[in-house]
């Protein structure tokens, strides 16, 4: 399988469940990302783990926890969620480091909503 | 702050009509412009990077240019199976590790 594979695409929750995301890719990136896509808004960077290391935490609230325990696979753990919380999240990899421009390359996305 | 502002909103344009849409951007210093493509239901695909000022590319009907404060994605005769969002997207020298910021993008339909 190539690309970047994110699992489920779709969830409903209910405000007290707790769930998580989960992404892989098979490109051979070293950094992955999540990003928050809300209708009419731009993309939202939420977290940045390069090599496995959390190197961006743009003020994500506490309920969103995320985890990459190599650098193949990135976790987002949902807890207490709120309905503003429903969105698409995307999963992306890159290869290279902060002085490179490489490009983006997304997952499909996981369609969430909060109930 | 690095801001994207992408025009128009939507565009419908019958299919063989040639456009473009526009990409204004403000940035501390480029290190690169982005141009993705997403359709309904997926994630956006990586289109094209511009690194600097006068920069052109092409990929089929679609060519992307960069000034020092806009980009423009160029559609040439387009197909109804150009009908996606587009969006770009830019990256600082400074500041955070990979931060891009992107636009909101514009909702290409192509009627045949």
């Known amino acids: 399988e190539t690309g970047v594979t994110q699992t489920p695409r779709h969830l409903v929750m209910g405000m007290t469940n707790k769930k998580s995301l989960k992404c892989e890719q098979h490109l051979g990136h070293n950094a992955m990302y999540w990003y928050k896509q809300s209708a009419k808004k731009p993309l939202e960077l939420m977290f940045v783990y390069n090599f496995k290391e959390q190197t961006e935490n743009n003020s994500v609230p506490s309920r969103f926890s995320p985890e990459c325990p190599n650098s193949s696979h990135l976790f987002l753990h949902l807890h207490t969620l709120q309905p503003e919380d429903s969105a698409l999240y995307l999963c992306?990899?890159?290869?290279?480091?902060?002085?490179?421009?490489?490009?983006?390359?997304f997952g499909n996305g996981t369609r969430l909503t909060v109930t | 702050e690095d801001q994207v502002t992408q025009s128009p909103e939507a565009l419908r344009l019958q299919e063989g009509e040639s456009s473009s849409l526009n990409c204004s951007y403000t940035?501390?210093?480029?290190?690169?412009l982005f141009w993705y493509r997403q359709d309904p239901g997926k994630g956006p695909e990586f289109l094209f990077t511009?690194?600097?000022a006068g920069e052109e590319k092409e990929k089929e009907r679609l060519k992307a240019t960069l000034t020092k404060k806009e980009s423009f994605l160029h559609i040439t005769a387009p197909k109804p199976e150009d009908s996606a969002t587009y969006l770009c997207a830019v990256q600082a020298r400074s500041g955070g590790y990979q931060k891009v910021t992107f636009g909101t993008g514009t909702k290409l339909q192509v009627i045949p």
């Open positions: 940035v501390s210093g480029l290190r690169g």
């Open positions: 992306a990899s890159s290869q290279g480091d902060k002085l490179t421009n490489s490009p983006l390359h």
């Open positions: 511009l690194y600097s």
